[in-house]
């Protein structure tokens, strides 16, 4: 559909329309066919390098609550307890937090995030015990 189109379904005569289709994209035909055809804002992507960041830096402080948990315990059995309940404990909190961020039920993303990181653990777990690999120091 040509841009003109668009602008007569919106309202606007021929002409007008004709006028506008051109101006636009004189200035920028990428960004009018985009916003207007695609319904795009150029301007609202995503900044993939700010992305990057605060996804590493959320991964870190998550990863280090139960590194935290666990690194001054000596024995395994209680270090693992302890790492599971310190990882069970953020990944409610985690979950909660973006699922309120983002507008949805706090127990759902919560419920989410537990049972993902959960299943993530046990999977870690699992090839651990298959490589004969020890939670010892």
């Known amino acids: 559909m040509e841009l003109k ?3 007569v379904e919106r309202g606007l005569t021929e002409e007008l329309a004709l006028e506008v289709a051109k101006e636009l994209t ?11 055809e695609l319904g795009i804002d150029v301007d609202e992507l995503a900044n993939p390098v700010q992305a990057c960041v605060t996804s590493a830096t959320a991964f870190s402080m998550g990863a280090a609550v ?4 666990g690194a ?6 209680p270090r ?6 310190a990882a069970t404990v ?7 937090l973006g699922a309120g961020l983002g507008g949805a039920a706090l ?3 919560a419920l989410r995030v537990l049972v993902g990181g959960w299943l993530a653990m046990g999977i870690t777990y699992a090839i651990g015990m298959a490589f004969d ?3 010892a120091a």
């Open 107 to 109: 127990w759902k993303g």
């Open 26 to 36: 004189a200035k920028d035909v990428l960004r009018a066919h985009a916003r207007d």
């Open 80 to 85: 693992i307890i302890s790492v599971a309940a």
């Open 72 to 77: 001054f315990i000596a024995e395994a059995l």
């Open 5 to 7: 189109d668009i602008y």
């Open 90 to 96: 953020a990944l409610i909190t985690f979950g909660a």
């Open 66 to 69: 139960p590194i935290l948990a």
């Open 133 to 135: 690999a020890s939670p």
